[in-house]
């Protein structure tokens, strides 16, 4: 069974970076796709970056220029760097894979907390 750990979260001062990780275990192959997903309270999950096997990346507009996405396919592993975070960056972060392959298989991650504050 595929599982995603994440790891990275916590709390920093507006301006401040952090790295998310997201590593999947109970799988040989890389995912197809790999993203994160933020929810904040009261608010529906949207859409951060995600990367595809090919490389291709996609932000959400409010991160541009700020995060960076990547993937280490050896490792299974996505990462999430976030730089000049913002208050309104403070939510729960969810990692998401995707597998294409005969049949396709997808799993999320259980979230970490990031909390952007003074």
């Known amino acids: 069974q595929v599982q995603l750990v994440e790891s990275g979260g916590g709390l920093v001062q507006p301006g401040g970076s952090l790295r998310l990780s997201c590593a999947a275990s109970g799988t040989i192959f890389s995912a197809n796709f790999m993203g994160w997903y933020r929810q904040a309270p009261g608010n529906e999950r949207e859409l951060v970056a995600t990367?595809?096997?090919?490389?291709?990346?996609n932000f959400a507009d409010s991160v541009k220029g700020r995060f960076t996405i990547s993937r280490d396919n050896g490792k299974n592993t996505v990462y999430l760097q976030m730089n000049s975070l913002k208050p309104e960056d403070t939510a729960v972060y969810y990692c998401?894979?995707?597998?294409?392959?005969?049949?396709?298989?997808?799993?999320w991650g259980q979230g970490t907390q990031v909390t952007v504050s003074s």
């Open positions: 990367i595809t096997n090919t490389g291709s990346t």
């Open positions: 998401y894979q995707k597998w294409i392959r005969t049949r396709t298989y997808d799993c």
